[in-house]
């Protein structure tokens, strides 16, 4: 009998620790529907070419990953992209004056989307005055996203993160 009213109390708890959404007037919210205004959410910073990625984790070409504790990340406006980025790893041509790292503001040069399971792959090109980049990015429906910069004069490295999703998005009644 104690058995049985421990695993009761357990259960309680954990049904109490379910994670629970909520909207701005306080009701309810099912993680369908919330999957769904994160879904819409996306699609719609991708359809504007209006975005902000955060990132959280680096995985330089040579050694381990390290995670990030700054705001790192990459913004996306229309016809511009700002990189706002570390690097760690191996340099082959040093611009002069020893450059400005993955830190620019730039117009870019090509943006194509491609669809992929869950998500979109974006490709898009920029240059700065010392070097040439090209940006990889897979951004999920969940909003989290794989980005790849390829510097011309330097090493591969990739970055994981979540892109950024402040705006009033609601479901419409058919």
């Known amino acids: 009998m104690k058995r049985l009213f421990v695993w009761l109390l357990c259960a309680a708890a954990l049904a109490g620790c379910a994670e629970k959404y909520y909207d701005s007037m306080g ?3 099912s993680k369908a529907q ?3 205004f994160r879904t819409a959410a996306v699609r719609g910073h991708l359809e504007a070419r209006r975005y902000k990625v955060f ?7 040579r050694g381990p990953s390290v995670m990030l504790r700054e705001d790192w990340g990459m913004e996306v ?3 511009s992209v700002g990189l706002f980025l570390p690097y760690f ?6 611009p002069y004056g020893r450059g400005q790292g993955l830190n620019l503001v730039a117009p870019l040069t090509s943006y194509r989307e491609e669809p992929i ?3 979109v792959r974006i ?6 005055d010392q070097e040439s980049y090209q940006l990889v990015m897979e ?3 969940n909003a989290i996203i794989n980005l790849s910069v390829i510097p011309s004069g330097k090493d591969v490295i990739r970055f994981t993160g979540m892109m950024e999703l402040h705006d009033v998005f609601s479901m419409q009644k058919n």
């Open 55 to 61: 990132v959280d984790r680096m995985y330089p070409l």
């Open 77 to 79: 406006s229309r016809d």
């Open 89 to 94: 790893g191996r340099v082959y041509q040093v």
């Open 139 to 141: 951004v999920f429906d």
């Open 117 to 119: 399971k869950n998500g």
């Open 27 to 29: 009701n309810p919210i």
């Open 123 to 128: 490709m898009m090109s920029t240059r700065s």
């Open 34 to 36: 919330m999957e769904q």
